[in-house]
């Protein structure tokens, strides 16, 4: 009896996990659009990868604040960690191959998050902000005080990379830096989507909305916020590692308080807690943001304002909420 | 797609050759901080540059100028900038660039496109040596810090001085060249104060209050022209340092002009070292500020930044017409400003053809109460066609090959 | 006077004047953080506010330095209480990333608008003479203009004490920053102590930003890149405390003039150093309940 129970509860956790790593057809649209941006805007490209840069760096922070519920200011630290990575092994090593540069700058910044996490994420709330802020700026401190090593604020300039697997070089029309950047950036969504639809991943979500009670249930609730924060600062690594890569430059501003401000807008704007928020959000954001600057470079500032604003009081959870409600209104045939 | 467009704009182009006016639109890149902590910099060069198109616009004829303005502030990067203004925007010149960050990351940029980059303030030394296609009108802090070394100490009897600075390249490199000037010149540094980063104006009252315990001759200071430099002035007089007789010397950065009326009684007697002031007295710069006053008021006049802009435009102009419209060649562009002089309001200047930077007269000059009440200047020396002494002197990364 | 009493003076003074301008704009935050919960990271917009306006008052109507300053508070309060009816109200219930793009989206905004009314080039005003200048007391002198900063940071503490700790006011706010469903359901209305604290709050920030003028400048940036400062004081004193907002500026003020003082080179980490161990040692900050 007790057994047959036991095989009733697993394969009905069986199907809830089969049920949401299920691929949905809408998910194919980022990568659709992704792919016809490289042919539909070639002379963009530069600029695209920038947005996918910052979609991936959106995407980690989806990790620890939409899944795990960790709200903090200072992811830029982890960005910064893994641009200086790369940065510094080309300027001081004459490492420039890029592919395990984003490995060095994973392990750099994943070791980071796992060090500094191991004592932040015993906080919460407006103490975790202020830490995670606090220690970002000692760390831009930091760098301007060893200035001879990273370059201070006037940075490593002239960084030149090792073409990507060795064939493609990077070109005036950032071409290659696209592509790069967008199969980077395909990857680590298959992994962090791998990880969301896991057991790992669903815990994550329990402690998210019920942390009592995860604890309750025995869960290893500061362990797994910690391997979430890791791999999700490894990502912020990547992304990191991604903006020196596509720049050839770095400067200590990767560690300004508007970079982890900046990453955390966007992915509210598109909707935390889902993944593609982060990409829709960063599209959004910085296409909003460079045709305002475009169109009125010191007031670009009102419209992104007032985009704020109005998504707050009309979408609450985000662009991608208010498709998701929009879905279900149209399938329901009604409010 | 593309064939075609490229089609019409041949017909364009046969159109307005058969139609016998020659008139090429030049479209020149703009990067300034249009927004962000900047702005106020951004905003000095920016009138600088509009000035001069609308009252210049007429030497270029049959050809036009259009500025193309891209923010340089929070948000930007300088290499998408720079990148989409030069591939899809299709400027020939890139110009402005407040922040040496941003040229940094840009050199490349124009390297590969063969695009040439006019600097018209990013002050770091060793800009030049990024690329070929980076001529600067500005200077760089060895410009004015270095001599200022040796001046202090020679003319203006500083036997003994605190250095005080922002806590970033250009503090650093303005403490560094006025440190090398100053004690080959037999002066003697009492401290070196680093005074917080640019973002934030800081309380200054306790690096002032140190150096006031420490009772140097002089204090030198660098800060940026921003915000900074009247908090910094401000302080000075509250602390007491003048009137404990300790000098404050140092470059134009800290006495803007478009700053100096809101500083009060605290900055007069205060010396400081630069190319530029509102008040000099030649036949250009009395005409540029006349022109700069009927246009934005006597509120807000210019200051070193606007003229260095001033400067950089007036170089272009002569390119476009040296050149009859004709900019494609970026090389061709460069080679026609290696050498090449002007009258400016900085008096005469030219560009170095071994480094294509800025040679310039440098000016000691005191801040004094004029006789209409307003605050002014008075040149008490000038040191003749400065160089940038970072590359001349061979310091650190300005001693090693560049391009 | 010997040169070690001299510096602790020196620092000390400083410190505290540093310290008062903090204290002013933050109080307001913390309160309004600690009763109702809101990430409001427009305050320092606010602070922004009344600087600005302060330069207009003295500048273009001729109003003393002193009514500009009462007038800015008071205007800027009342328009801080329209914003409240009309936007912040909505989100009182909604998560704390919803206030977060909220009130970004409204500090934007405000930089952009003051940036088109004023223009970038920083703003200050020309002290009347009675501030400027120096007092002398004998052994040293110390800037008129500090004394005063000080002063009226006193007067605020004094007055605010009174306010939180004797009145039936106070009371009722205290009570709801510990506890808000039970100060509610013992018939408080939550809604209305917050409309005017928030109000208060806005209002005392913009007396600091008055304040500030003179020592920062005022720049349309003003609204962002001092926010990082009040945060952290809010933070280090606990939310909705009084006496912890004011400990953690006088302990971060005091320390990070100190740090400027003594240890230049390193000055810049010293205010952060000091935040991140009084947090780590007590998470929930000086004065608050865990």
Same mark, same amino acid.
């Given at each position: 009896?007790?057994?047959?129970?036991? +095989?009733? %509860?697993?394969?009905?956790?069986?199907?809830?996990?089969?049920?949401?790593?299920?691929?949905?057809?809408?998910?194919?649209?980022?990568?659709?659009?992704?792919?016809?941006?490289?042919?539909?805007?070639?002379?963009?490209?530069?600029?695209?990868?920038?947005?996918?840069?910052?979609?991936?760096? /959106?995407?980690?922070?989806?990790?620890?604040?939409?899944?795990?519920? +960790?709200?903090?200011?200072?992811?830029?630290?982890?960005?910064?960690?893994?641009?200086?990575?790369?940065?510094?092994?080309?300027?001081?090593?004459?490492?420039?191959?890029?592919?395990?540069?984003?490995?060095?700058?994973?392990?750099?910044?994943?070791?980071?998050?796992?060090?500094?996490?191991?004592?932040?994420?015993?906080?919460?709330?407006?103490?975790?902000?202020?830490?995670?802020?606090?220690?970002?700026?000692?760390?831009?401190? !930091?760098?301007?005080?060893?200035?001879?090593?990273?370059?201070?604020?006037?940075?490593?300039?002239? *960084?030149?990379?090792?073409?990507?697997?060795?064939?493609?070089?990077?070109?005036?029309?950032?071409?290659?830096?696209?592509?790069?950047?967008?199969?980077?950036?395909?990857?680590?969504?298959?992994?962090?989507?791998?990880?969301?639809?896991?057991?790992?991943?669903?815990?994550?979500?329990?402690?998210?909305?019920?942390?009592?009670?995860?604890?309750? +249930?025995?869960?290893?609730?500061?362990?797994?916020?910690?391997?979430?924060?890791?791999?999700?600062?490894?990502?912020?690594?990547?992304?990191?590692?991604?903006?020196?890569?596509?720049?050839?430059?770095?400067?200590?501003?990767?560690?300004?308080?508007?970079?982890?401000?900046?990453?955390?807008?966007?992915?509210?704007?598109?909707?935390?807690?889902?993944?593609?928020?982060?990409?829709?959000?960063?599209?959004?954001?910085?296409?909003?943001?460079?045709?305002?600057?475009?169109?009125?470079?010191?007031?670009?500032?009102?419209?992104?304002?007032?985009?704020?604003?109005?998504?707050?009081? !009309?979408?609450?959870?985000?662009?991608?909420?208010?498709?998701?409600?929009?879905?279900?209104?149209?399938?329901?045939?009604?409010? | 797609?593309?064939?075609?467009?490229?089609?019409?704009?041949?017909?364009?182009?046969?159109?307005?050759?058969?139609?016998?006016?020659?008139?090429?639109?030049?479209?020149?890149?703009?990067?300034?901080?249009?927004?962000?902590?900047?702005?106020?910099?951004?905003?000095?060069?920016?009138?600088? !540059?509009?000035?001069?198109?609308?009252?210049?616009?007429?030497?270029?004829?049959?050809?036009?100028?259009?500025?193309?303005?891209?923010?340089?502030?929070?948000?930007?990067?300088?290499?998408?900038?720079?990148?989409?203004?030069?591939?899809? $925007?299709?400027?020939?010149?890139?110009?402005?660039?407040?922040?040496?960050?941003?040229?940094?990351?840009?050199?490349?940029?124009?390297?590969?496109?063969?695009?040439?980059?006019?600097?018209?303030?990013?002050?770091?030394?060793?800009?030049?040596?990024?690329?070929?296609?980076?001529?600067?009108?500005?200077?760089?802090?060895?410009?004015?810090?270095?001599? =200022?070394?040796?001046?202090?100490?020679?003319?203006?009897?500083?036997?003994?001085?605190?250095?005080?600075? @922002?806590?970033?390249?250009?503090?650093?490199?303005?403490?560094?060249?006025?440190?090398?000037?100053?004690?080959?010149?037999?002066?003697?540094?009492?401290? %070196? +104060?680093?005074?917080?980063?640019?973002?934030?104006?800081?309380?200054?009252?306790?690096?002032?209050?140190?150096?006031?315990?420490?009772?140097?001759?002089?204090?030198? %200071?660098?800060?940026?022209?921003?915000?900074?430099?009247?908090?910094? %002035?401000?302080?000075?007089?509250?602390?007491?340092?003048? /009137?404990?007789?300790?000098?404050?010397?140092?470059? @134009?950065?800290?006495?803007?002009?478009?700053?100096?009326?809101?500083?009060?009684?605290?900055?007069?007697?205060?010396?400081?070292?630069?190319?530029?002031?509102?008040?000099?007295?030649?036949?250009?710069?009395?005409?540029?500020?006349?022109?700069?006053?009927?246009?934005?008021?006597?509120?807000?006049?210019?200051?070193?930044?606007?003229?260095?802009?001033?400067?950089?435009?007036?170089?272009?102009?002569?390119?476009?017409?040296?050149?009859?419209?004709?900019?494609?060649?970026?090389?061709?562009?460069?080679?026609?400003?290696?050498?090449?002089?002007?009258?400016?309001?900085?008096?005469?200047?030219? #560009?170095?053809?071994?480094?294509?930077?800025?040679?310039?007269?440098?000016?000691? =000059?005191?801040?004094?109460?004029?006789?209409?009440?307003?605050?002014?200047?008075?040149?008490?020396?000038?040191?003749?066609?400065?160089?940038?002494?970072?590359?001349?002197?061979?310091?650190?990364?300005?001693?090693?090959?560049?391009? | =006077?010997?040169?070690?009493?001299? #510096?602790?003076?020196?620092?000390?003074? $400083?410190?505290?004047?540093?310290?008062?301008?903090?204290?002013?704009?933050?109080?307001?935050?913390?309160?309004?953080?600690?009763?109702?919960?809101?990430?409001?990271?427009?305050?320092?917009?606010?602070?922004?506010?009344?600087?600005?306006?302060?330069?207009? *008052?003295?500048?273009?109507?001729?109003?003393?330095?002193?009514?500009?300053?009462?007038?800015?508070?008071?205007?800027?309060?009342?328009?801080?209480?329209?914003?409240?009816?009309?936007?912040?109200?909505?989100?009182?219930?909604?998560?704390?990333?919803?206030?977060?793009?909220?009130?970004?989206?409204?500090?934007?905004?405000?930089?952009?608008?003051?940036?088109?009314?004023?223009?970038?080039?920083?703003?200050?005003?020309?002290?009347?003479?009675?501030?400027?200048?120096?007092?002398?007391?004998?052994?040293?002198?110390?800037?008129?203009?500090?004394?005063?900063?000080?002063?009226?940071?006193?007067? *605020?503490?004094?007055?605010?004490?009174?306010?939180?700790?004797?009145?039936?006011?106070?009371?009722?706010?205290?009570?709801?920053?510990?506890?808000?469903?039970?100060?509610?359901?013992?018939?408080?209305?939550?809604?209305?102590?917050?409309?005017?604290?928030?109000?208060?709050?806005?209002?005392?920030?913009?007396?600091?930003?008055? &304040?500030?003028?003179?020592?920062?400048?005022?720049?349309?940036?003003?609204?962002?890149?001092? &926010?990082?400062?009040?945060?952290?004081?809010?933070?280090?004193?606990?939310?909705?405390?009084?006496?912890?907002?004011?400990?953690?500026?006088?302990?971060?003020?005091?320390?990070?003039?100190?740090?400027?003082?003594?240890?230049?080179?390193?000055?810049?980490?010293?205010?952060?150093?000091?935040?991140?161990?009084?947090?780590?040692?007590?998470?929930?900050?000086?004065?608050?309940?865990?």
């Amino acid at each position: 009896m007790a057994a047959t129970d036991e +095989i009733a %509860v697993a394969a009905r956790a069986r199907r809830f996990l089969a049920a949401h790593a299920r691929l949905r057809p809408t998910e194919a649209l980022p990568w659709l659009v992704a792919v016809a941006a490289f042919f539909v805007f070639p002379d963009r490209l530069t600029f695209g990868s920038q947005v996918l840069v910052m979609a991936l760096f /959106a995407l980690s922070l989806d990790l620890v604040l939409g899944y795990a519920g +960790i709200l903090t200011l200072g992811h830029a630290a982890f960005f910064g960690i893994g641009a200086y990575t790369v940065g510094l092994l080309a300027a001081r090593l004459d490492w420039t191959e890029p592919l395990t540069g984003l490995l060095a700058a994973a392990t750099c910044a994943g070791f980071a998050g796992a060090l500094s996490g191991v004592v932040l994420l015993r906080y919460r709330g407006l103490t975790l902000l202020v830490l995670t802020l606090s220690t970002t700026f000692i760390l831009q401190e !930091f760098g301007n005080v060893f200035d001879r090593v990273t370059g201070g604020y006037d940075g490593l300039p002239g *960084l030149s990379f090792s073409p990507v697997l060795g064939v493609f070089d990077y070109d005036l029309f950032g071409r290659t830096a696209y592509l790069y950047a967008l199969a980077v950036l395909f990857v680590c969504f298959c992994l962090a989507r791998a990880i969301v639809v896991s057991p790992f991943g669903r815990s994550l979500v329990g402690i998210r909305e019920n942390t009592a009670r995860m604890h309750s +249930i025995g869960a290893p609730v500061h362990g797994r916020l910690l391997v979430a924060y890791t791999v999700s600062a490894a990502l912020a690594g990547v992304a990191g590692a991604l903006h020196a890569h596509t720049n050839a430059f770095v400067t200590l501003s990767v560690f300004d308080f508007e970079n982890s401000a900046g990453v955390l807008v966007m992915l509210i704007l598109g909707g935390t807690g889902r993944l593609y928020g982060a990409f829709w959000g960063a599209v959004v954001y910085m296409v909003l943001q460079d045709s305002l600057a475009k169109f009125s470079p010191a007031f670009w500032q009102a419209g992104v304002g007032l985009l704020l604003i109005v998504t707050v009081l !009309f979408a609450r959870a985000g662009i991608l909420g208010l498709v998701e409600a929009a879905g279900r209104r149209l399938r329901g045939g009604g409010p | 797609m593309k064939r075609a467009s490229s089609m019409v704009l041949a017909v364009l182009g046969l159109g307005v050759w058969a139609g016998g006016a020659a008139g090429e639109t030049i479209r020149v890149g703009v990067v300034l901080p249009y927004s962000g902590v900047n702005a106020d910099l951004g905003s000095q060069m920016d009138k600088a !540059f509009d000035l001069y198109v609308r009252k210049h616009a007429g030497d270029i004829a049959p050809h036009k100028i259009e500025l193309v303005k891209r923010d340089e502030g929070p948000g930007a990067t300088a290499k998408t900038v720079v990148t989409e203004l030069i591939t899809r $925007d299709k400027v020939k010149l890139v110009t402005g660039f407040a922040l040496s960050p941003s040229a940094i990351a840009a050199a490349p940029v124009v390297t590969q496109a063969k695009v040439p980059m006019l600097i018209s303030n990013a002050g770091t030394a060793w800009i030049t040596q990024l690329s070929p296609y980076i001529v600067r009108f500005s200077f760089s802090m060895w410009h004015q810090a270095h001599p =200022m070394g040796s001046y202090s100490a020679d003319k203006l009897g500083c036997k003994t001085t605190a250095i005080g600075y @922002t806590d970033y390249p250009p503090g650093k490199d303005a403490a560094e060249a006025f440190r090398t000037g100053y004690e080959k010149a037999g002066g003697k540094v009492a401290d %070196v +104060i680093p005074m917080g980063n640019p973002a934030q104006v800081p309380d200054f009252t306790p690096f002032l209050q140190r150096v006031k315990d420490a009772k140097p001759d002089c204090f030198y %200071v660098f800060v940026p022209s921003g915000a900074h430099s009247a908090g910094l %002035v401000k302080s000075y007089g509250e602390v007491g340092l003048r /009137a404990a007789g300790v000098r404050l010397i140092g470059t @134009t950065d800290v006495v803007p002009d478009n700053k100096l009326q809101d500083m009060g009684e605290a900055v007069v007697g205060a010396i400081v070292m630069g190319a530029y002031a509102a008040d000099l007295d030649n036949p250009a710069n009395k005409a540029f500020v006349a022109d700069w006053t009927a246009a934005y008021g006597a509120d807000a006049p210019p200051d070193f930044m606007s003229a260095a802009a001033w400067d950089a435009m007036a170089a272009i102009f002569h390119v476009i017409k040296t050149l009859d419209g004709k900019l494609d060649d970026g090389a061709k562009v460069v080679e026609l400003l290696k050498g090449y002089s002007r009258k400016s309001p900085r008096g005469e200047i030219s #560009i170095d053809p071994m480094t294509r930077d800025v040679v310039q007269d440098e000016r000691a =000059m005191e801040i004094v109460r004029k006789a209409d009440g307003k605050l002014g200047t008075k040149v008490l020396g000038v040191v003749e066609k400065v160089k940038d002494q970072c590359k001349e002197l061979k310091v650190g990364r300005c001693g090693q090959a560049g391009n | =006077m010997p040169p070690l009493a001299n #510096i602790v003076v020196s620092i000390l003074f $400083d410190g505290l004047a540093y310290a008062m301008v903090l204290f002013i704009v933050s109080v307001g935050l913390s309160v309004t953080m600690g009763l109702m919960g809101f990430v409001n990271l427009a305050h320092g917009a606010f602070a922004m506010a009344g600087g600005y306006l302060t330069v207009s *008052l003295t500048r273009s109507m001729g109003v003393p330095f002193l009514g500009a300053l009462v007038i800015a508070v008071i205007a800027i309060a009342a328009v801080s209480v329209v914003f409240e009816r009309t936007l912040y109200r909505r989100l009182y219930r909604a998560s704390e990333l919803d206030q977060v793009l909220l009130t970004i989206g409204l500090t934007f905004l405000a930089i952009a608008a003051f940036t088109w009314v004023y223009g970038p080039v920083p703003q200050s005003v020309r002290l009347p003479d009675y501030l400027a200048g120096q007092i002398d007391a004998g052994f040293r002198t110390f800037p008129t203009y500090r004394v005063f900063i000080i002063a009226v940071g006193l007067a *605020l503490v004094t007055v605010l004490w009174f306010a939180f700790e004797r009145t039936l006011l106070g009371a009722k706010i205290r009570a709801a920053v510990d506890n808000r469903r039970m100060a509610q359901s013992v018939g408080i209305d939550v809604d209305r102590l917050f409309t005017l604290t928030f109000a208060v709050g806005s209002g005392l920030a913009a007396l600091g930003g008055g &304040l500030a003028l003179q020592l920062f400048g005022m720049t349309p940036s003003f609204a962002v890149v001092y &926010l990082v400062f009040f945060l952290l004081v809010v933070a280090v004193g606990g939310l909705g405390s009084l006496k912890g907002t004011l400990a953690a500026a006088l302990v971060l003020g005091i320390c990070d003039t100190a740090g400027k003082y003594l240890f230049a080179g390193a000055g810049g980490f010293i205010i952060y150093a000091v935040a991140i161990a009084i947090l780590l040692a007590r998470p929930a900050g000086l004065h608050g309940r865990d």
